[in-house]
């Protein structure tokens, strides 16, 4: 049985959301607002949607300020550090699914792994060729399509040269994978998307 995900309020739009589709925000000793990824820095939450326009309306507003009830100085480059550390926090979870022998890399090995029942999540580079991602989407049971990472950032959370497309097995790594990608969408717009099949 999975493990309900707790909800919280977004201090820009006011919605109430699952904390997979927020990023939690601290005020430091500074008085400096910093991301808080994995939810484990000490202090009051601030709670704000996973996507680019909420933090930098949050920033421009200081509400960061107002729900700190206090100081709570958040820096212009907020949204560029997110979405930074989302994209690093993608790649380290592709980087854990190889050690853990859990991914596949190569178009014809992840197709291999679609076509078998193997795969959970694809992964496709953003700046890859169109072609070869619509061939993976095209496959029947074909399971969820991510594109939030470049060439380059899956080249090396993965340890190898020109990663185009991946495939992680299901598992706990899969899913928190996509979860991390769909917070990292918000910031990369439809670069990120998740196409489902």
């Given amino acids: 049985m999975a493990a309900e995900i707790p909800e919280r309020r977004c201090i820009a739009s006011g919605d109430v959301l699952g904390t997979d589709k927020l990023v939690r925000f601290v005020v430091d000793p500074g008085g400096i607002v910093v991301p808080d990824l994995t939810g484990a820095l000490p202090g009051r939450g601030l709670w704000v949607r996973a996507d680019a326009d909420h933090v930098a309306q949050a920033v421009a507003k200081r509400l960061f300020a107002r729900a700190a009830k206090g100081t709570a100085n958040a ?13 690093k926090r993608c790649g380290d979870l592709l980087g854990l699914a190889r050690r853990a022998g859990q991914v596949v890399t190569g178009f014809e090995n992840v197709r291999s792994a679609v076509a078998s029942g193997r795969a959970a999540v694809l992964v496709a580079a953003s700046d890859g060729a169109p072609g070869g991602s619509d061939k993976l989407r095209g496959m029947a049971r074909a399971p969820p399509l991510a594109q939030s990472l470049t060439v380059g950032e899956l080249s090396l959370a993965l340890g190898r040269g020109n990663v185009v497309h991946a495939a992680l097995d299901p598992g706990g790594l899969a899913q928190r994978f996509l979860t991390e990608n769909a917070r990292l969408q918000g910031f990369r717009g439809s670069q990120g998307a998740i196409v489902a099949n």
Wanted: aromatic share 0%.
């Fill in 75 to 87: 820096d212009e480059t907020l949204t560029s550090q997110v979405e930074a550390g989302l994209a």
